[in-house]
C-alpha cells in the first residue's frame, strides 16, 4: 500500500509538473524585431567591417559567428517565423525576423536582406558561402559543362537550354533507364526524380518541376544516367586569386535519407591511396577550371568499381565542413579569411591527417 502511494504521488506531482509547464508552449509570438547584446567587440582585421549579417541559417551560420567572433566582429542574424528559436537566432548579437516559413518569403527575399543590413548598420553581407564562381558552379547544367571541359569526369546526361517535354524525353530514351531528373539550381534533393521507365518519366518530371519552382524560382531541369548504388563522396578545396588550389582529402556522405546527408565520415573509408590521389586531383582541376577563390566542396558519385563523377560543387563552407577540420586540425572559416585571396596557400599545409 505504502509503495501504491508513493506511486501516486510521483505521477501527481509529474501530472502537476507537465502542467505548470504547458504555458511556456502557449506563449504568444514574440513581438521584438531584434535585439543587441551588451558585448563589445575590438576590430582585430585591420578593415573597417565591425557588423556583419549572415544571410544564412543553421550549423553554417553560426559556424560563421563563431569565427566573426574570434575576430571581433559583431554578427548579425535573420530568421523566418519557423526559425525563431533556432541556435543561429540566439548566438547572433542581433536577430531580425524577415518573414513567414516559405523561404520566397523570408531567405530568398533579397529586398528583405537588404533591408535588415540597412537597418542594423551592418557593413557587410556574409551569404553564408564564399561568393567566387557562384554563378557557374552554382548552375548544375553550367558547371557539368565547363568540368566536362576541364577533363574532370562527368556522368553522361543532357545539360541544354531546350526545356521541352519533347526535348527531355527524348534524351532521357537516348541515354536509357534508369535516368535521374535534377532541377539545375537545386540542392538538398529538392527537384530531383528517380525515372526508372519511360512510363512514368512524364509524372516524374512535372513533380521535379514544381518542387524546383517553389524551392529556387527555377524549374529548368537536367537529365543524366543514375547510378545505382552508389557512394557520394565530395572533397573540400581551398583556392586563392593566384590561381592556386589545395585540397584537404575527402567526407564520405553516403549514408542519407531522403538525399539528406546523414553520416559524414573522413577519410572516406575503403578507398584506395591511388583513387584517393585521382579523387583530390579531379576536385582541384575543378576548383583551377573557374578561377575559385576561397573555400569549396566538389562532390562526386562514385560506382562499385570506384569510378567517380563530378555531381556539383559546393560554394561554400559546407554544414560538414567541421569533419575535415577534425582530421585536419586547421580551421576552415579562418582560413578562408586569411588566405581567400590576400596571398599564396604557402602557409596552407596539412602535414598529416588523422585516420581513425
Known sequence: MAAASAVSVLLVAAERNRWHRLPSLLLPPRTWVWRQRTMKYTTTTGRNITKVLIANRGEIACRVMRTARKLGVQ????????????????????????????????????????????????????PGIWPSSICDMGIKSTSKSIMAAAGVPVVEGYHGEDQSDRCLKEHAGRIGSPVKIKAVRGGGGKGMRIVRSEQEFQEQLESARREAKKSFNDDAVLIEKFVDTPRHVEVQVFGDHHGNAVYLFERDCSVQRRHQKIIEEAPAPD?????????????????????????????????????????????????????????????????????????????????KVVFF
Open 75 to 126: 554578427s548579425v542574424a535573420i530568421y523566418s517565423e519557423a526559425d525563431r528559436n533556432s541556435m543561429h537566432v540566439d548566438m547572433a548579437d542581433e536577430a531580425y525576423s524577415i518573414g513567414s516559413a516559405p523561404s520566397q518569403q523570408s531567405y530568398l527575399s533579397m529586398e528583405k536582406i537588404i533591408q535588415v543590413a540597412k537597418t542594423s548598420a551592418a557593413q557587410a553581407i556574409h
Open 271 to 351: 578507398i584506395k591511396p591511388e583513387v584517393r590521389k585521382k579523387l583530390g586531383e579531379a576536385a582541384v582541376r575543378a576548383a583551377k577550371a573557374v578561377n575559385y577563390v576561397g573555400a569549396g566542396t566538389a562532390e562526386f558519385i562514385m560506382d562499385s568499381k570506384h569510378n567517380f563523377y563530378f555531381m556539383e560543387m559546393n560554394t561554400r563552407l559546407q554544414v560538414e565542413h567541421p569533419v575535415t577540420e577534425m582530421i585536419t586540425g586547421t580551421d576552415l572559416d579562418k582560413k578562408c579569411r586569411e588566405n581567400g585571396g590576400s596571398q599564396v596557400f604557402r602557409d596552407f599545409i596539412v602535414e
